[in-house]
């Protein structure tokens, strides 16, 4: 019935609930999981879309289920907003709609391309690889967000994730389409839907069956600073926030020389962790790496700076590495800017400036491996650079991954959680263990498989301590990047072209095949 207002006077209300639709959807996102509500809402968008009169309303209905999903997805951005509302309170009604509008269009995608296939199972699977191949678009159009993608839904335990060292978190979000419009199909369907459950129980309990093999002798210090954004950048806060983070580096060293005094310690610090420069400012990196062991190792995210005539000409958001005498071993510089936080698009066009330098930051070379004394070699990922799928290692294969983030910005909110959501399944994808220091939590080191070794939750202060896990074999997707989910696209469409076709083309003037 819902889908006859597509063309009489209900027509908006048609749209309001496909917008509604798609906001629900979002319960199936980290961190609440409600899987089964994809049940109902990703069947009555492909119904409603496969029922639509015109392709364009299709399109309006895929368009206001994606715009519901992602502003329900992403209500959490308006807490960036609120750390500065006396400046940019006329933004909290439209900043999350605003961003949403266009991440929603992706979803016209689908809507669209399922009414070219023919009913039944082409057309479940004509929707299903569409869907994915959007989210692969979104990953890289426009500076790429790969943010909440489909197959996330899934990363509530390792369990339910291992899927993704053969297929990419691309592939689960294919099979979770196909797994949602199942039902849609019978008791075949069902029996599919089951079937594929089944599958990936087995696998799961396949890849985590064996035991993890010896850690590195490295004891890792995770310092959580629980920093609020809004006193980050005070003068009055500075000296109060760094001494913070040496007495609590201080704890952890000693921490970790009781329980492990044969190891060699590694200290991480969260994104911009330090108020001082600290590749900059000699007596700055002095102090910090004062509690340092011999052989230990400090790496802190710090803004760097290069100057000219006493004052900063460019500015990039880097980690730095600092030997126990604060000398400089090594530095990477995040390389994928977040657009309006760390610069202005179309700058000069715009009435506002939202970044908080006058500066925007300089994008850093791209990723490089990273060899320290002592240490595997490392990748190292700033903030949401651990979100893009297959573009989170170098060519050289490394020992594991960090990432040191600053999730301030958005408060006791479900943003952490996806965040560390798209985290946990690039250590999966890779095969790597993942070091994950963030400024108000979830900081947490996860194992090549995905399973959590140790952690601290939000708005704590302290350390996680925790040996270095090794890194595993090369998975299917470390070795073929996303080689393996654009063959499944390529897979799923082909199939429902090619379905359609037999189901439609005349056979001695009869329609060959059956319809559903």
Same mark, same amino acid.
């Given at each position: $019935? /819902?889908?006859? =207002?597509?063309?009489? *006077? &209900?027509?908006? @209300?048609? %749209? !309001?609930? #496909?917008?509604?639709?798609? +906001?629900?959807?979002?319960?199936?996102?980290?961190?609440?999981?409600?899987?089964?509500?994809?049940?109902?809402?990703?069947?009555?968008l492909?119904?409603?879309?496969?029922?639509?009169?015109?392709?364009?309303?299709?399109?309006?209905?895929?368009?206001f289920?994606?715009?519901?999903?992602?502003?329900?997805?992403?209500?959490w951005?308006?807490?960036?907003?609120?750390?500065?509302?006396?400046?940019?309170?006329?933004?909290?009604?439209?900043?999350?709609?605003?961003?949403?509008?266009?991440?929603?269009?992706?979803?016209?995608?689908? $809507? /669209?391309?399922? =009414?070219?296939?023919? *009913? &039944?199972?082409? @057309?479940? %699977? !004509?929707? #299903?690889?569409?869907?994915t +191949?959007?989210?692969?678009?979104?990953?890289?159009?426009?500076?790429?967000?790969?943010w909440?993608?489909?197959?996330?839904?899934?990363?509530?335990?390792?369990?339910?994730?291992?899927?993704?060292?053969?297929?990419?978190?691309?592939?689960?979000?294919?099979?979770?389409?196909?797994l949602?419009?199942?039902?849609?199909?019978?008791?075949?369907?069902?029996?599919?839907?089951?079937?594929?459950?089944?599958?990936?129980?087995?696998?799961?309990?396949?890849?985590?069956?064996?035991?993890?093999?010896?850690?590195?002798?490295v004891?890792?210090? /995770?310092?959580?600073?629980?920093?609020?954004?809004?006193?980050?950048?005070?003068?009055?806060?500075?000296?109060p926030?760094?001494?913070?983070?040496?007495?609590?580096?201080?704890?952890?060293?000693?921490?970790?020389?009781?329980?492990?005094?044969?190891?060699?310690?590694?200290?991480?610090?969260?994104?911009?962790?330090?108020?001082?420069?600290?590749?900059?400012?000699?007596?700055?990196?002095?102090?910090?790496?004062q509690?340092?062991?011999?052989?230990?190792?400090?790496?802190?995210?710090?803004?760097?700076?290069?100057?000219?005539?006493?004052?900063?000409?460019?500015?990039?958001?880097?980690?730095?590495?600092?030997?126990?005498?604060?000398?400089?071993?090594?530095?990477?510089?995040?390389?994928?800017?977040?657009?309006?936080g760390?610069?202005?698009p179309?700058?000069?066009?715009?009435?506002v400036r939202?970044?908080?330098?006058?500066?925007?930051?300089?994008?850093?070379?791209?990723?490089?491996?990273?060899?320290?004394?002592?240490?595997?070699?490392?990748?190292?990922?700033?903030?949401?650079?651990?979100?893009?799928?297959?573009a989170?290692?170098?060519?050289?294969?490394?020992?594991?991954?960090?990432?040191?983030?600053?999730?301030?910005?958005f408060?006791?909110?479900?943003?952490?959680?996806?965040?560390?959501?798209?985290?946990?399944?690039?250590?999966?994808?890779e095969?790597?263990?993942?070091?994950?220091?963030?400024?108000?939590?979830i900081?947490?080191?996860?194992?090549?498989?995905?399973?959590?070794?140790?952690?601290?939750?939000?708005?704590?202060?302290?350390?996680v301590?925790?040996?270095?896990?090794?890194?595993?074999?090369?998975?299917?997707?470390?070795?073929?990047?996303?080689?393996?989910?654009?063959?499944?696209?390529?897979?799923?469409?082909?199939?429902?072209?090619?379905?359609?076709?037999?189901?439609?083309?005349?056979?001695?003037?009869?329609?060959?095949?059956?319809?559903?």
């Amino acid at each position: $019935a /819902l889908t006859r =207002r597509l063309s009489g *006077p &209900g027509f908006w @209300r048609a %749209l !309001a609930t #496909a917008f509604g639709l798609g +906001a629900v959807s979002a319960l199936a996102l980290p961190p609440v999981h409600m899987l089964p509500v994809l049940l109902l809402t990703l069947p009555a968008l492909f119904i409603m879309a496969g029922e639509a009169p015109t392709a364009r309303r299709a399109a309006l209905v895929g368009l206001f289920w994606g715009w519901g999903f992602h502003v329900a997805g992403l209500h959490w951005l308006t807490n960036a907003i609120l750390t500065e509302v006396e400046r940019y309170w006329w933004l909290v009604p439209i900043a999350v709609p605003a961003l949403a509008l266009p991440l929603g269009a992706f979803t016209v995608i689908p $809507a /669209l391309a399922m =009414r070219f296939a023919a *009913p &039944g199972w082409p @057309r479940v %699977l !004509a929707f #299903a690889g569409a869907w994915t +191949a959007a989210e692969m678009l979104r990953g890289v159009l426009f500076t790429g967000f790969p943010w909440n993608l489909l197959g996330t839904v899934w990363a509530f335990g390792a369990l339910p994730i291992q899927a993704a060292a053969w297929i990419g978190v691309h592939g689960l979000s294919l099979v979770t389409a196909l797994l949602a419009l199942a039902p849609l199909l019978g008791r075949r369907g069902w029996a599919a839907m089951g079937g594929t459950l089944a599958l990936f129980v087995a696998f799961g309990l396949a890849r985590l069956w064996p035991e993890e093999p010896e850690p590195h002798p490295v004891a890792v210090v /995770l310092v959580q600073g629980n920093v609020a954004q809004e006193a980050k950048w005070r003068e009055d806060t500075r000296w109060p926030i760094f001494r913070r983070y040496i007495e609590q580096t201080e704890f952890g060293v000693r921490l970790a020389q009781e329980q492990a005094p044969d190891s060699r310690v590694l200290v991480v610090w969260p994104e911009t962790a330090s108020p001082f420069l600290l590749a900059n400012d000699a007596e700055a990196a002095r102090l910090a790496t004062q509690p340092l062991p011999p052989g230990g190792t400090l790496i802190a995210g710090t803004v760097r700076a290069e100057f000219e005539g006493g004052r900063a000409r460019r500015v990039w958001n880097s980690m730095v590495a600092l030997d126990p005498d604060g000398r400089l071993l090594a530095t990477v510089d995040k390389t994928h800017l977040v657009p309006f936080g760390e610069y202005m698009p179309l700058r000069g066009l715009l009435p506002v400036r939202l970044t908080q330098s006058n500066l925007d930051f300089t994008a850093g070379p791209g990723l490089e491996p990273v060899s320290l004394p002592g240490l595997p070699s490392f990748a190292g990922l700033i903030c949401y650079e651990v979100i893009f799928p297959g573009a989170v290692t170098p060519r050289e294969r490394v020992g594991f991954l960090l990432n040191i983030t600053n999730d301030a910005w958005f408060g006791i909110s479900a943003g952490p959680w996806q965040h560390l959501a798209a985290a946990r399944l690039r250590a999966v994808e890779e095969g790597l263990p993942l070091l994950r220091a963030a400024q108000t939590g979830i900081s947490i080191v996860i194992d090549a498989r995905g399973r959590t070794v140790a952690s601290m939750g939000l708005a704590q202060t302290g350390v996680v301590l925790s040996p270095l896990p090794r890194a595993g074999p090369p998975t299917p997707v470390a070795s073929t990047g996303l080689g393996i989910p654009l063959g499944l696209i390529a897979l799923a469409l082909g199939f429902a072209v090619m379905s359609s076709r037999r189901r439609i083309e005349p056979t001695g003037g009869r329609m060959s095949g059956k319809s559903s």
